[in-house]
Each structure stands twice: as structure tokens, then as C-alpha cells.
């Protein structure tokens, strides 16, 4: 654009004024747009509702275990979000006692704890919760991963510790919005809490165990055949069913005290979380106290494939499982 009258100099001014302001209203229009991106993916939020409350879990023979649970179970229900999503739980205390939920995540404020600190902090009715009270934990999380939730309260001169063995606990998975979604189960390894009756299992894999594990098996199936192990399908037995060669991701967690590890016979399984994709020395996965992994998992061969702890003496005491694979 030719500017008559004006010298050089003043025609660089000129052109500075004219252009920097329609330089500047464009970001201001970008920085607005990918704000209300922003905005709108914060909009996203997964609700769940979890009640704290007992439940007897009947093993059979006399076999009760009366369980601390979210939501009826153990483990609790697998919370599932997004990154870039909100994680709302509204936990309802319906125990008799003190709990909590408190979440193995990471930049969440204070109120959203679930432990002694809110307490001491002047917060304790946002996060212990005293029989009856609620609250609605929330979460935005800024990876993916697995994460875990349990209670972190104690009571009636029960330690945390204990009350997370009674049960109260559950996995959390964030997903990568991009990825593709595959097949998703949980595996939790872990002790017995006190409050119980019969002949059950100190050792635990998602709330059972087999009494004499890989013994018993072959005991039950001697005496019943085929028909008395399938009665034990998910009763005393963690069972899941899979199809030949269909990958799925084993999120894999060690809740207890002491270690624990997992050996899956005959199967091909990498470690997603801890290896970067390399699978474990051994096939069999190392879990300290709190350690956690997800792990690709395929059979390329039908059959029943045990599982078990490979501290041999838990797997000797119930700490065993199945994998049904079909073609």
C-alpha cells in the first residue's frame, strides 16, 4: 500500500498502528476460543454414588465375611474418567462408624482428601465422614493412569489399616481420550479383615480365596467333577472369562501389608504402567504394599489357565484364580 506524503520512517509507524491491533484481536480470538475449548471439556464431569455400609458375604459351609464395602462389594465399583474430565463421587457413610474416601490421585485441594489432615485442618465433616454425614469428593485429573480409592479413617480404636482390609476400597482408571478403548478388569491382591466366621482364607484376590488352593482344586474336582468347580466360579474363585487372542488390559493392585506378585500360566502379558511396554523377568509381576500395574494381556491358547500369587505359600492357602479362555 502505497501512503503518499508520508517518509519511510512514518510509513513503518503507520503500518505498525494499522496491523498490530488486528494481530492482537486475532490471539485475543484464539486465546477465547481455545479458553471455551477449555471450559467446555471441564464441563465434562462422570458422576458416580458410593454408600459405605456393611455386607455379609456368604462363601458357603458356614463361611461368612462380614465385609466393610462401597456399595455392597469388594472391591468397590471401578470409577472411570477421562483426562480433562471431572471426577465427582458423592460417598454416602452408612457404616455405624467413621469413614472416608480417599483417593491415590494427585492435585486435588485439600477438602477432597479423605484423611486425618482434613481434620486438623479445620475440614473434618468435608472429608471423615461421621455415621449418616456424606460428601461429594472431586477430582480433575491431569494424566491417565490407575489410581486406587479406600477409606482412610479409624474408629472405635480400629486402625485405618484394618478398615481398609474390611473391604472398603475399589480401583480408579483414567483413560487417555485419544486411545483406543480395549477390555478393562481388575485385580486386587490383598489380606482378610478381622470380622468374620467359618473356614475363609486370610489371602485374597477381589474379596475370595479357595481354602487350600491348588490342593482343594484338585480335591473338589475329584470328588465333583467339573460341576463342583464351577460352583466356586467367582464365589471363592476370581474367574474371568476371555476369548483366544482377544487382548485385554488387567489393571493389577496390591491393597494388603506385605508383598504380593501375580503369575498368569500360559498367557502373554506386558507391563502398560511400570515397564513401558516390557514384560516382567520371570512372568511374574513384583507387588509391594500399594504397588500397582496394568498389564496387555492375551491367551493365544483355550483352556482354563490358573492364576495365583507366586508367594507360594498364599497361593498355597487360597490365593489362586481362573482365566476361562475360548475361542
Known amino acids: 500500500m502505497k501512503i503518499a506524503g508520508l517518509s519511510p520512517s512514518w510509513r513503518f509507524v503507520f503500518a505498525i498502528a494499522v496491523v498490530a491491533p488486528l494481530l492482537a484481536s486475532s490471539s485475543l480470538a484464539i486465546l477465547l476460543r481455545d479458553n471455551s475449548n477449555q471450559k467446555a471439556k471441564a464441563q465434562t ?55 472416608s474416601f480417599h483417593a491415590h490421585m494427585e492435585g486435588y485441594s485439600l477438602p477432597n482428601d479423605g484423611s486425618q489432615a482434613n481434620l486438623i485442618a479445620g475440614e473434618g465433616e468435608k472429608g471423615l465422614l461421621a455415621p449418616g454425614a456424606e460428601y461429594t469428593y472431586e477430582f480433575t485429573p491431569p494424566s491417565a493412569g490407575l489410581f486406587y480409592y479406600h477409606t482412610h479413617s479409624a474408629d472405635k480404636g480400629i486402625a485405618p489399616s484394618r478398615f481398609v482390609m474390611q473391604g472398603l476400597y475399589g480401583a480408579i482408571v483414567v483413560a487417555d481420550p485419544d486411545e483406543t478403548p480395549l477390555r478393562e478388569e481388575v485385580l486386587f491382591l490383598g489380606e482378610r479383615g478381622h470380622v468374620r466366621e467359618g473356614n475363609l482364607t486370610h489371602w485374597i484376590m477381589n474379596g475370595m480365596g479357595l481354602p487350600g488352593g491348588e490342593v482343594a482344586l484338585e480335591n473338589i474336582f475329584r470328588q465333583q467333577g467339573r460341576a463342583g468347580i464351577e460352583k466356586q466360579f ?68 483355550p483352556g482354563l489357565w490358573l492364576f495365583h500369587c507366586h508367594v507360594e505359600s498364599h497361593a498355597d492357602a487360597g490365593m489362586v484364580g481362573l482365566f476361562i479362555a475360548k475361542q
Not at 469388594?74 to 465427582?88: A, C, D, M, N
Not at 504380593?260 to 504394599?289: D, M, N, T
Open 45 to 99: 464431569v462422570r458422576e458416580y454414588a458410593l454408600e459405605i455400609r456393611p455386607a455379609d458375604l456368604d462363601y458357603g459351609d458356614g463361611a461368612v465375611w462380614h465385609a466393610w464395602t462401597f456399595n455392597g462389594t469388594v472391591p468397590g465399583p471401578t470409577l472411570k474418567v477421562k483426562v480433562g474430565e471431572t471426577l465427582s463421587v458423592k460417598v454416602t457413610n452408612h457404616l455405624g462408624m467413621v469413614a
Open 234 to 301: 467367582n464365589r471363592t474363585l476370581p474367574t474371568f472369562e476371555v476369548k483366544v487372542n482377544e487382548p485385554i488390559k488387567l489393571h493389577v493392585i496390591n491393597i494388603g501389608d506385605i508383598i504380593h506378585s501375580l503369575y498368569i500360566h500360559s498367557a502373554e502379558y506386558i507391563s502398560l504402567g511400570v515397564l513401558g511396554g516390557r514384560p516382567w523377568p520371570g512372568k511374574v509381576v513384583p507387588l509391594v504394599p500399594g504397588a500397582a500395574d496394568t498389564l496387555l494381556l492375551k491367551f493365544s491358547n
